[in-house]
Structures are given as C-alpha cells and as structure tokens.
C-alpha cells in the first residue's frame, strides 16, 4: 500500500525559505516505476503542479512560477522526495502535496498535504 507523508511546512516571512519532505512507503524509488512530483493549492484557486523528478534518473521540472526558487531532489537510500523554496512570496501560501505518478500504468498516489503560509 502506497503513502506518502509531507512535511517541513509552516509560517515563513516573505523572502524566507522552507524545505519540504515527502516521505514514500510502498514502492522504493530504486525500481524507477513512480515519479515523484508536489503540487499545492491556494485558496479557492484550483491544484497547480509545482515540480517533479524522475526517481532513478533524476531529472527535473518545474513550473514557471517557481523556476529559479525552487529545487525539487530526492534520497534514494531514504525513499524521501524533497521541496527547497526560496525567496518564498505570500502568493506561495498554499497546501503543498507530494504525488507518486506511475507512467506505465497512470496510477497516482497523493500525501495528506503540509501547509505552507508565507507572511509578515
């Protein structure tokens, strides 16, 4: 059974970073089957993908509206997808998810979610 579980959110001034975690169980990130990916959702606004890695290779993407701030990363040894933002900006508050997306097959598993607020 696949879980994911975030965290590493919380209140953060503008200009400040965090470090998100997203801990997997179920699958190791050794096999390659599952990218790993972090949306968020603002307020009333609907889910956006924010980054994603390809688990084995490592390969990266992000979304235009964090490029430049933003570094997703994974541990293989930890089965553990991370989210480094910085210079966050209050238009970054937003429930921030960890997605598992099997290409293969389109499964995809999702995490409860880490809030991350950004005010002064």
């Known amino acids: 059974q696949v879980q994911l579980v975030e965290s590493g959110g919380g209140l953060v001034q503008p200009g400040g970073s965090l470090r998100l975690s997203c801990v997997a169980s179920?699958?190791?990130?050794?096999?390659?089957?599952?990218?790993m990916r972090w949306y968020r959702q603002a307020p009333e606004k609907a889910r956006e993908w924010v980054a994603g890695?390809?688990?084995?290779?490592?390969?990266?993407k992000y979304a235009d509206s964090v490029e430049g701030r933003c570094t997703i990363s994974r541990d293989i040894a930890k089965n553990t997808v991370y989210l480094r933002l910085n210079d966050l900006k209050p238009e970054d508050t937003a429930l921030y998810y960890c997605?598992?997306?099997?290409?293969?097959?389109?499964?995809?598993?999702w995490g409860q979610g880490t809030q991350v607020t950004v005010s002064s």
């Open positions: 997605n598992a997306y099997n290409p293969y097959t389109s499964n995809e598993f």
């Open positions: 179920g699958f190791t990130f050794r096999n390659g089957m599952y990218n």
């Open positions: 890695i390809v688990t084995v290779a490592g390969v990266t």
